[in-house]
């Protein structure tokens, strides 16, 4: 059995942009700055799962050919993590996806954005380091910005739990190197273009080995074309392993 999985933060009006879900053709997609009221959730052969301060703005997860998603509402409080337990059409096989979107507004009292996934990571790390876990979604930090050193902890975090990012691992791409693709394009002041690596699927040591492919849009099909000011990025597993049949 195979699953495709994907992150993209859609940059709001989904229901406007099914041609992009589509050719996405995840079986499980995390799509921050998603309406909570999106249409496609409402569709019978659509799981979805949401999060998020605003209705028209949170952390939306769906599930697509027979996959579901259900939240484990219980396990975590934090907005910036939405836990699920992904389970396949059969449910022979389930894991655990922590979808994230680190958010934060003035005056709001949260940490920064690297320290709100470094909490993820400190509160998930006995489970990311003994189960099928995937964390995948939208940080705001990356090794291009004002938070690489503490983006840079969180990556040797991860790396100490055994979890590493799908793509660089794929690729053999060093974190802030010369080819990693940027998966955000940022408009400053004065019109001035910035680029960031802050999209990412990260996966646990049992779910990492099934990685048949992994990758990231490019920003000319995805951001000069107006779609998002993000890319995608995907990877597809290959779960015909005996060890991860019902998520063990």
């Known amino acids: 059995m195979k699953a495709r999985v994907g992150t993209w933060n859609c940059r709001q009006r989904l229901d406007a942009k099914l041609d992009a879900v589509s050719e996405l053709a995840c079986d499980v997609l995390v799509v921050p700055e998603c309406s909570r009221a999106v249409e496609l959730a409402s569709h019978p052969e659509v799981s979805f799962a ?7 703005k949170g952390l939306g997860v769906f599930g697509f050919n027979g996959w579901s998603v259900e939240p484990l509402v219980e396990a975590d409080s934090r907005p910036w993590c939405l836990p699920i337990s992904v389970a396949a059409p059969d449910a022979a096989v389930t894991f655990t ?4 979107w680190t ?10 954005y690297a320290a709100q996934f470094a909490d993820v990571i ?20 990356s090794v291009q910005g004002s938070s690489a050193r503490s983006h840079l902890s969180n990556l040797e975090a991860l790396r100490s739990l055994d979890a590493h990012s799908a ?3 794929n690729f ?10 940027p998966t955000l394009r940022w408009i ?3 019109g001035r273009r910035f680029e960031f690596h802050c999209d990412y699927i990260f996966l646990s040591s049992q779910l990492l080995p099934l ?23 995907t990877v597809e597993l290959d779960f015909d392993e005996p060890h991860l049949r019902s998520g063990t």
Do not use: M
Not at 97 to 100: D, K, N, P, R, S
Not at 122 to 131: F, G, K, Y
């Open 50 to 56: 949401w999060r998020g301060d605003y209705a028209h």
């Open 97 to 100: 996806l922590l979808a994230v």
């Open 103 to 112: 958010v934060k507004n003035s005056g709001d009292g949260r940490p920064s």
């Open 122 to 141: 400190q509160r998930w790390s006995s489970v990311i380091r003994s189960s099928p876990v995937a964390l995948a979604g939208d940080l705001n930090a």
């Open 167 to 169: 793509f660089h691992h």
């Open 172 to 181: 053999g791409v060093e974190h802030g190197s010369a080819a990693e693709p």
């Open 188 to 190: 400053g002041p004065g």
């Open 211 to 233: 990685t048949t492919a992994a990758a990231v849009g490019s920003t000319a099909e995805w951001i000069d074309s107006g779609r998002s000011d993000h890319c995608p990025v």
